[in-house]
């Protein structure tokens, strides 16, 4: 079993910014791929970062050159720092995994944590 917990949500003023942690616990021998996704009240879920064997990273068109990806191995831990936050980055900030347990490969979402850009 795998889980995954996120933090570093919370209220920041337009230009400011944030960085989310997601901790994933529980039986792993190895998370190869790791992203960020976000829902905006009345969207669709959609892509922000994703990380694939710990050092090929792709990211959404809007948030390129703003947000970063990173992930801290020996914690099994993902972290986004955003930068030059904007009221359109207003979401729910989903953490995703394949993680290898027990000899399968699950994929598990985090919780959510809420972002809010606003002045």
């Known amino acids: 079993q795998v889980q995954l917990g996120e933090s570093g949500g919370g209220l920041v003023q337009p230009g400011g910014s944030l960085r989310l942690s997601c901790a994933a616990s529980?039986?792993?021998?190895?998370?190869?791929?790791m992203g960020w996704y976000r829902q905006a009240p009345g969207k669709q879920r959609e892509l922000v970062a994703i990380?694939?064997?710990?050092?090929?990273?792709n990211y959404a068109d809007s948030v390129k050159g703003r947000f970063a990806i990173s992930r801290d191995n020996a914690k099994n831990t993902m972290y986004l720092q955003m930068n030059s936050l904007k009221p359109e980055d207003t979401a729910v900030y989903y953490c995703?995994?394949?993680?290898?347990?027990?000899?399968?490969?699950?994929?598990?979402w985090g919780q959510g944590t809420l972002v809010t850009v606003s002045s």
């Open positions: 529980g039986s792993i021998s190895s998370i190869p791929n």
């Open positions: 995703r995994a394949v993680a290898k347990s027990d000899n399968k490969y699950l994929e598990v």
């Open positions: 990380m694939v064997g710990g050092s090929i990273t």
